[in-house]
Protein backbone atom coordinates (compact mmCIF):
# COMPACT_ATOMS: atom_id res chain seq x y z
CA UNK A 1 0.00 0.00 0.00
CA UNK A 2 1.93 2.89 -1.25
CA UNK A 3 0.69 5.50 1.63
CA UNK A 4 3.09 2.66 4.19
CA UNK A 5 5.84 2.39 1.53
CA UNK A 6 9.09 1.24 2.69
CA UNK A 7 11.56 3.95 2.69
CA UNK A 8 15.34 2.75 1.12
CA UNK A 9 17.81 1.86 4.27
CA UNK A 10 21.21 4.13 4.52
CA UNK A 11 21.89 0.69 5.99
CA UNK A 12 20.91 -1.17 3.13
CA UNK A 13 23.20 0.54 1.50
CA UNK A 14 26.62 -0.02 3.11
CA UNK A 15 26.50 3.46 4.26
CA UNK A 16 25.27 3.90 8.64
CA UNK A 17 27.84 1.97 10.37
CA UNK A 18 26.58 -0.45 13.05
CA UNK A 19 27.70 -0.21 16.56
CA UNK A 20 30.27 -3.16 16.20
CA UNK A 21 31.07 -1.06 13.27
CA UNK A 22 29.74 -3.40 10.27
CA UNK A 23 28.14 -2.78 7.15
CA UNK A 24 24.10 -3.66 6.47
CA UNK A 25 23.18 -4.03 2.86
CA UNK A 26 19.68 -4.13 1.05
CA UNK A 27 16.63 -2.23 0.12
CA UNK A 28 13.87 -1.99 2.76
CA UNK A 29 10.38 -2.88 1.50
CA UNK A 30 7.33 -4.70 2.80
CA UNK A 31 5.15 -7.77 2.01
CA UNK A 32 3.46 -10.90 4.23
CA UNK A 33 2.69 -14.53 4.74
CA UNK A 34 0.36 -16.71 6.37
CA UNK A 35 -3.64 -17.54 5.64
CA UNK A 36 -6.38 -18.46 7.61
CA UNK A 37 -9.49 -19.02 6.37
CA UNK A 38 -12.55 -17.48 7.12
CA UNK A 39 -14.92 -18.45 4.34
CA UNK A 40 -16.75 -21.57 4.50
CA UNK A 41 -18.66 -22.55 0.61
CA UNK A 42 -18.44 -18.69 0.10
CA UNK A 43 -19.91 -17.61 3.59
CA UNK A 44 -18.24 -15.30 5.58
CA UNK A 45 -17.49 -17.47 8.82
CA UNK A 46 -20.17 -16.76 11.69
CA UNK A 47 -20.65 -17.89 15.63
CA UNK A 48 -24.26 -18.26 17.52
CA UNK A 49 -25.10 -14.76 18.30
CA UNK A 50 -21.84 -12.98 16.89
CA UNK A 51 -21.95 -10.01 14.26
CA UNK A 52 -21.06 -11.25 10.92
CA UNK A 53 -17.02 -11.46 10.39
CA UNK A 54 -16.19 -9.10 7.65
CA UNK A 55 -14.60 -10.36 4.54
CA UNK A 56 -11.08 -8.67 3.67
CA UNK A 57 -12.29 -6.88 0.40
CA UNK A 58 -15.10 -5.34 2.78
CA UNK A 59 -11.92 -4.53 4.96
CA UNK A 60 -9.87 -3.51 2.28
CA UNK A 61 -12.39 -1.27 1.22
CA UNK A 62 -13.37 0.44 3.94
CA UNK A 63 -10.08 1.35 4.42
CA UNK A 64 -10.20 3.20 0.75
CA UNK A 65 -13.16 4.96 2.48
CA UNK A 66 -12.07 6.00 5.67
CA UNK A 67 -8.69 7.53 4.08
CA UNK A 68 -10.69 9.60 1.53
CA UNK A 69 -12.71 7.23 -0.50
CA UNK A 70 -11.94 6.41 -4.58
CA UNK A 71 -12.33 9.75 -6.01
CA UNK A 72 -10.26 11.52 -3.40
CA UNK A 73 -7.80 9.10 -4.57
CA UNK A 74 -8.13 9.11 -8.31
CA UNK A 75 -8.07 13.04 -8.02
CA UNK A 76 -4.59 12.16 -7.22
CA UNK A 77 -2.03 12.72 -10.25
CA UNK A 78 1.21 13.66 -8.60
CA UNK A 79 3.10 14.01 -5.14
CA UNK A 80 6.18 15.07 -3.32
CA UNK A 81 6.41 14.03 0.15
CA UNK A 82 9.26 15.59 2.37
CA UNK A 83 10.24 13.90 5.50
CA UNK A 84 13.11 12.91 8.27
CA UNK A 85 14.95 9.91 8.58
CA UNK A 86 16.17 9.24 12.17
CA UNK A 87 18.20 6.43 13.79
CA UNK A 88 17.70 7.43 17.48
CA UNK A 89 20.00 4.99 19.07
CA UNK A 90 23.12 6.19 16.96
CA UNK A 91 21.89 10.10 16.44
CA UNK A 92 22.06 9.55 12.42
CA UNK A 93 19.35 11.93 11.24
CA UNK A 94 18.60 12.57 7.38
CA UNK A 95 16.01 14.46 4.80
CA UNK A 96 13.83 12.31 2.76
CA UNK A 97 12.23 13.57 -0.40
CA UNK A 98 9.76 11.02 -2.42
CA UNK A 99 8.71 12.27 -5.87
CA UNK A 100 5.63 9.73 -7.18
CA UNK A 101 4.01 10.97 -10.66
CA UNK A 102 1.32 8.70 -12.76
CA UNK A 103 1.83 6.28 -14.95
CA UNK A 104 4.10 4.26 -12.56
CA UNK A 105 7.28 7.17 -12.24
CA UNK A 106 8.93 6.97 -9.20
CA UNK A 107 12.53 9.23 -7.36
CA UNK A 108 13.29 9.43 -3.57
CA UNK A 109 16.28 10.36 -2.55
CA UNK A 110 17.84 10.21 1.28
CA UNK A 111 20.35 12.88 2.10
CA UNK A 112 22.22 12.42 5.96
CA UNK A 113 25.00 14.71 6.54
CA UNK A 114 28.56 13.64 6.23
CA UNK A 115 27.29 10.23 4.54
CA UNK A 116 26.09 11.38 1.69
CA UNK A 117 23.31 10.80 -0.66
CA UNK A 118 21.06 7.26 -1.89
CA UNK A 119 18.60 7.67 -4.35
CA UNK A 120 16.14 5.49 -6.26
CA UNK A 121 13.58 5.49 -8.54
CA UNK A 122 11.16 3.53 -11.64
CA UNK A 123 10.68 4.66 -14.65
CA UNK A 124 9.42 2.59 -17.93
CA UNK A 125 10.16 -0.78 -15.67
CA UNK A 126 12.99 -0.04 -14.71
CA UNK A 127 13.94 0.17 -11.31
CA UNK A 128 17.35 1.25 -10.00
CA UNK A 129 19.55 2.54 -7.30
CA UNK A 130 22.59 4.51 -6.57
CA UNK A 131 24.95 5.90 -3.82
CA UNK A 132 28.23 7.79 -3.16
CA UNK A 133 29.33 5.38 -1.36
CA UNK A 134 28.21 1.72 -4.01
CA UNK A 135 27.60 3.86 -7.31
CA UNK A 136 24.60 2.79 -9.35
CA UNK A 137 22.99 -0.50 -9.84
CA UNK A 138 19.51 -1.72 -11.81
CA UNK A 139 17.32 -3.82 -9.38
CA UNK A 140 16.46 -7.54 -10.85
CA UNK A 141 14.14 -10.43 -9.87
CA UNK A 142 11.79 -10.22 -7.14
CA UNK A 143 13.35 -6.50 -6.16
CA UNK A 144 12.34 -5.23 -8.93
CA UNK A 145 8.64 -6.41 -8.85
CA UNK A 146 8.46 -5.24 -5.52
CA UNK A 147 9.80 -1.37 -6.15
CA UNK A 148 7.79 -1.60 -9.38
CA UNK A 149 4.59 -1.98 -6.91
CA UNK A 150 5.90 0.77 -5.03
CA UNK A 151 6.25 2.79 -7.66
CA UNK A 152 1.99 2.84 -8.04
CA UNK A 153 1.02 5.95 -7.48
CA UNK A 154 -2.70 5.70 -5.30
CA UNK A 155 -1.92 1.98 -4.88
CA UNK A 156 -4.29 1.65 -1.87
CA UNK A 157 -6.73 2.27 -3.31
CA UNK A 158 -5.99 -0.07 -6.64
CA UNK A 159 -5.21 -2.92 -4.36
CA UNK A 160 -7.35 -5.15 -6.38
CA UNK A 161 -4.71 -4.53 -9.21
CA UNK A 162 -1.49 -4.85 -6.40
CA UNK A 163 -2.72 -7.68 -4.59
CA UNK A 164 -5.02 -10.29 -6.18
CA UNK A 165 -5.47 -12.75 -3.46
CA UNK A 166 -6.54 -10.98 -0.05
CA UNK A 167 -7.42 -13.38 2.88
CA UNK A 168 -8.65 -12.52 6.63
CA UNK A 169 -6.44 -14.28 9.00
CA UNK A 170 -8.01 -13.35 12.44
CA UNK A 171 -7.61 -10.94 14.84
CA UNK A 172 -4.81 -9.66 16.75
CA UNK A 173 -4.09 -6.38 19.39
CA UNK A 174 -1.37 -4.01 18.30
CA UNK A 175 -0.26 -1.83 20.55
CA UNK A 176 -3.79 -2.12 22.52
CA UNK A 177 -5.66 -1.78 18.94
CA UNK A 178 -7.83 -4.52 18.27
CA UNK A 179 -7.13 -5.51 14.28
CA UNK A 180 -7.82 -7.53 11.85
CA UNK A 181 -5.30 -9.51 10.56
CA UNK A 182 -5.14 -9.42 6.56
CA UNK A 183 -2.95 -11.62 4.28
CA UNK A 184 -2.34 -9.77 0.95
CA UNK A 185 -0.42 -11.38 -1.63
CA UNK A 186 1.04 -9.93 -5.03
CA UNK A 187 1.58 -11.57 -8.08
CA UNK A 188 5.08 -12.02 -7.44
CA UNK A 189 7.19 -12.27 -4.04
CA UNK A 190 6.23 -12.56 -0.59
CA UNK A 191 2.27 -11.82 1.29
CA UNK A 192 2.06 -8.89 2.72
CA UNK A 193 0.54 -9.20 6.45
CA UNK A 194 -1.59 -6.08 7.44
CA UNK A 195 -3.14 -5.18 10.57
CA UNK A 196 -5.68 -2.78 9.99
CA UNK A 197 -7.97 -0.92 13.19
CA UNK A 198 -11.34 -2.82 13.55
CA UNK A 199 -12.51 0.53 15.21
CA UNK A 200 -11.00 3.39 12.94
CA UNK A 201 -10.34 1.23 9.80
CA UNK A 202 -7.18 2.68 9.62
CA UNK A 203 -3.86 0.70 9.44
CA UNK A 204 -1.49 -0.18 12.38
CA UNK A 205 1.31 -2.65 11.44
CA UNK A 206 2.50 -4.25 8.21
CA UNK A 207 5.23 -7.17 8.39
CA UNK A 208 6.90 -8.81 5.25
CA UNK A 209 9.93 -10.30 4.14
CA UNK A 210 11.92 -7.86 1.72
CA UNK A 211 13.75 -9.45 -1.23
CA UNK A 212 17.47 -7.11 -0.81
CA UNK A 213 20.78 -7.57 -2.51
CA UNK A 214 21.71 -9.59 0.15
CA UNK A 215 19.10 -11.64 0.74
CA UNK A 216 15.55 -11.66 2.29
CA UNK A 217 14.76 -9.59 5.70
CA UNK A 218 11.80 -9.60 7.68
CA UNK A 219 10.59 -6.21 7.61
CA UNK A 220 8.18 -4.78 10.27
CA UNK A 221 6.49 -1.38 10.37
CA UNK A 222 4.38 0.84 12.56
CA UNK A 223 2.08 3.53 11.11
CA UNK A 224 0.05 6.21 13.00
CA UNK A 225 -0.10 9.69 13.70
CA UNK A 226 -2.79 10.19 9.94
CA UNK A 227 -2.89 13.38 8.43
CA UNK A 228 -4.93 14.56 5.59
CA UNK A 229 -3.04 15.44 2.88
CA UNK A 230 -5.03 16.92 -0.07
CA UNK A 231 -8.24 15.12 0.94
CA UNK A 232 -6.07 11.71 1.75
CA UNK A 233 -5.09 10.51 4.86
CA UNK A 234 -1.61 9.21 5.25
CA UNK A 235 0.19 8.43 8.15
CA UNK A 236 2.87 11.23 9.41
CA UNK A 237 4.58 8.67 11.95
CA UNK A 238 6.61 5.39 10.50
CA UNK A 239 8.35 3.14 12.47
CA UNK A 240 11.01 0.28 10.86
CA UNK A 241 12.65 -2.60 12.11
CA UNK A 242 14.38 -4.32 9.64
CA UNK A 243 17.86 -6.61 9.41
CA UNK A 244 18.24 -5.68 13.36
CA UNK A 245 18.00 -1.99 13.14
CA UNK A 246 15.59 0.42 14.32
CA UNK A 247 14.58 3.79 12.28
CA UNK A 248 11.51 6.47 12.06
CA UNK A 249 10.35 8.46 9.22
CA UNK A 250 8.86 11.49 10.54
CA UNK A 251 6.63 13.06 7.40
CA UNK A 252 6.83 17.03 7.61
CA UNK A 253 4.74 17.67 4.25
CA UNK A 254 2.97 16.44 0.68
CA UNK A 255 2.51 18.25 -1.79
CA UNK A 256 -0.37 16.83 -3.65
CA UNK A 257 -0.68 17.63 -7.62
CA UNK A 258 2.48 19.89 -8.35
CA UNK A 259 3.98 19.96 -11.37
CA UNK A 260 6.81 17.88 -11.52
CA UNK A 261 9.34 17.89 -14.69
CA UNK A 262 9.35 14.84 -16.54
CA UNK A 263 13.56 14.77 -16.10
CA UNK A 264 13.07 14.75 -12.67
CA UNK A 265 12.36 10.94 -13.52
CA UNK A 266 14.99 10.35 -15.77
CA UNK A 267 17.51 7.52 -15.16
CA UNK A 268 21.09 9.31 -13.93
CA UNK A 269 23.90 8.17 -16.62
CA UNK A 270 25.58 6.20 -14.63
CA UNK A 271 22.62 4.22 -14.29
CA UNK A 272 22.39 4.59 -17.45
CA UNK A 273 25.43 2.97 -18.27
CA UNK A 274 25.30 0.24 -16.12
CA UNK A 275 21.63 -0.67 -17.90
CA UNK A 276 23.08 -0.53 -21.29
CA UNK A 277 26.21 -2.70 -19.76
CA UNK A 278 23.66 -5.52 -19.06
CA UNK A 279 21.77 -5.54 -22.44
Known amino acids: MKHLQRTGNPRANGRVPDKGGSMKFGSMRINLLLTVAFCIS ?20 RY ?19 GVMEYPA ?31 GVKDGVAWERSDVLGPRVKQGLERQEAIREAMLNSTSRWREVFPKVALAGSEVVNGEDCYKLIMTPPEGAPEITYLSKKSGLAVKVTTTASTQMGDVPVEILVSGFKSYGGVLSPSMIAQKAAGQSFTITVTNVEVNPKIPA ?6 ADVQ ?3 SKGK
Open 263 to 268: ERFNLP
Open 42 to 61: GTALRLPGADPVPTAAAILD
Open 90 to 120: QGIKGDILRYSAEPGLYYSSIDIPGLGLIEM
Open 64 to 82: VEVTGGKQAYQQRKSEILH
Open 273 to 275: AVL
